[in-house]
């Protein structure tokens, strides 16, 4: 099963689990914790599937490109975004290729649980980090190092990661560290029907104004 595959079989009852509506609702407090929206900001949400994150911020900014590789997640963003007569929330279906690296730039990049889904990490960052404008902000919400067990066999991900280094990388991209913590400890029942805790980590970086 693809990844795209299996987010689209997910997509209608996404939003009926309280656990990943709480893991959302922390990265949207720790995101406005530690950055200024204004009504003049241009978003990138990269994996945005349902639309939990920029759903709470959309009032407070212009504009937000949304970003996701599963038809089925946007399909039912796409019923939101009608629903409540939402203007300024942009559904866009596809990886960062879909983005013109060279014309479009943004004030905040974000990303919340779907960096472990793509398969070159490094590459993302790259890209994530080239779509800032200067003084553009990135936040990232993912898990922390796991033993494998928070997916299924058959998904292929990355099993977590160390904030530390993924600041590193992109630190050496030029970006300027702002935050990298844990943010929460998630509990989910794992590939063994046990039930198990999974450390989140918030990791905010800012491309320095020249
Ligand atoms: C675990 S879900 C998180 C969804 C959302 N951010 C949230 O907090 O509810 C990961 C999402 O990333 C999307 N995704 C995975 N790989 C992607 C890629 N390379 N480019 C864009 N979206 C991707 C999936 O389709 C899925 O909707």
């Keep these: 099963m693809t990844c795209s595959e299996h987010f689209d079989a997910k997509a209608r009852e996404w939003d009926e689990h309280p656990g990943k509506r709480n893991v959302a609702q922390v990265f949207v407090c720790e995101l406005q914790k530690h950055v200024s929206l204004n009504p003049a ?3 990138l949400e990269f994996g945005c599937g349902t639309g939990l994150v920029s759903m709470e911020l959309h009032r407070q900014v212009a504009a937000i490109t949304l970003l996701d590789t599963s038809p089925g997640m946007l399909e039912v963003l796409q019923e939101k975004i009608v629903h409540h007569d939402i203007a300024n929330m942009l559904p866009c279906l596809g990886d960062l290729s879909a983005i013109d690296s060279v014309k479009e730039r943004f004030d905040l990049v974000y990303s919340n649980m779907t960096l472990h889904h793509v398969t070159n990490v490094e590459q993302t960052l790259v890209t ?6 200067p003084g553009g902000i990135l936040c990232l ?3 922390e190092t796991e033993d494998g067990s928070f997916h299924q066999s058959e ?3 990355h099993h977590g990661f160390d904030c ?3 600041a590193a990388t992109l630190f050496q991209l030029g970006l300027d560290i702002e935050h990298c913590h844990r943010s929460h400890t998630m509990e989910k029942t794992d590939t063994k029907g046990q ?3 999974y450390p989140l980590f918030f990791l905010q970086a800012r491309r320095p104004a020249p």
């Design 41 to 43: 900001m241009e978003l």
């Design 164 to 166: 530390q280094q993924l």
């Design 195 to 197: 039930t198990q805790k």
């Design 155 to 157: 998904m292929q991900v």
């Design 128 to 133: 994530l980090a080239t779509l800032l404008k």
């Design 141 to 143: 919400g993912d898990l």
